[in-house]
């Protein structure tokens, strides 16, 4: 299996602009995981989806930020508009709910907004 | 709401042996992770502790005390590529739900 897929792996926008980052799973795992990860702020949890349905949201920062996962093939995290400080490194990590806890992660997008 | 503490930052020697500690206060308890993160790179995971106890897996070992709250992770035989971002890491949650919650991480330098 080649994992978890991000893309892009590097965005570079300007304030103002959209960006959906993209996120396919492991293949037979149903419960996906949206981190954003910073220096001042750690590892944060974003969004989670369980069977393509979203069960808990309470990290997303705000409106600006939405999520979807159409199908059990693919999720995409959009932010706008985008503003300098949703600059960070956005994580995907997925898992299989009759298998282990461990959850993995994808490579990662860098997000940096000008 | 959840409290994750570990230290910031620690620095060994190569083939000496290193422990980082891990505190924390939860709503709850159903597990704790130990992640590694190269820098640049994604967290990998490492070890999973739900009773308590010592469990080893090769040079990295992982220790739990609920009713003490704590968790440490013991590297030993350390070498240049344990150099990374050590994430702790708790499933606060019961029941159906899984949200883990990651503490800040330890960065480990490790030197010749």
């Known amino acids: 299996d080649a994992g978890v897929i991000q893309s892009p792996r590097h965005e570079v926008t300007e304030m103002g602009q959209e960006v959906t980052l993209r996120c396919k799973p492991i293949s037979g795992h149903n419960s996906l995981f949206w981190y954003r990860q910073t220096m001042m702020r750690g590892l944060e949890l974003l969004i989670y989806?369980?069977?393509?349905?979203?069960?808990?949201d309470s990290g997303m920062p705000e409106d600006r930020f939405s999520a979807k996962m159409p199908n059990a093939s693919f999720s995409t995290l959009k932010i706008q508009p985008s503003e300098p400080r949703d600059s960070a490194v956005y994580f995907c990590?997925?898992?299989?709910?009759?298998?282990?806890?461990?959850?993995?992660f994808g490579p990662g997008t860098r997000l940096t907004v000008l | 709401g959840q409290n994750i503490d570990q230290p910031t930052e620690m620095t060994a020697t190569e083939g000496a042996i290193v422990q980082i500690n891990c505190t924390y206060q939860?709503?709850?308890?159903?597990?704790l992770f130990w992640y590694q993160q190269h820098a640049g790179e994604a967290p990998t995971f490492l070890s999973y502790?739900?009773?308590?106890g010592l469990e080893e897996k090769g040079r990295f070992s992982s220790f739990l005390s609920r009713s003490k709250g704590y968790s440490y992770l013991l590297l030993k035989e350390l070498q240049m590529k344990d150099s990374a971002s050590y994430l702790c890491?708790?499933?606060?949650?019961?029941?159906?739900?899984?949200?883990?919650?990651f503490g800040r991480g330890t960065s480990l330098i490790v030197h010749p």
């Open positions: 989806f369980n069977n393509n349905v979203p069960i808990d």
């Open positions: 890491a708790v499933r606060g949650e019961g029941g159906g739900s899984y949200i883990p919650t």
């Open positions: 939860t709503s709850g308890f159903n597990g």
């Open positions: 990590a997925t898992r299989s709910t009759s298998g282990s806890y461990e959850q993995f």
């Open positions: 502790n739900v009773l308590d």
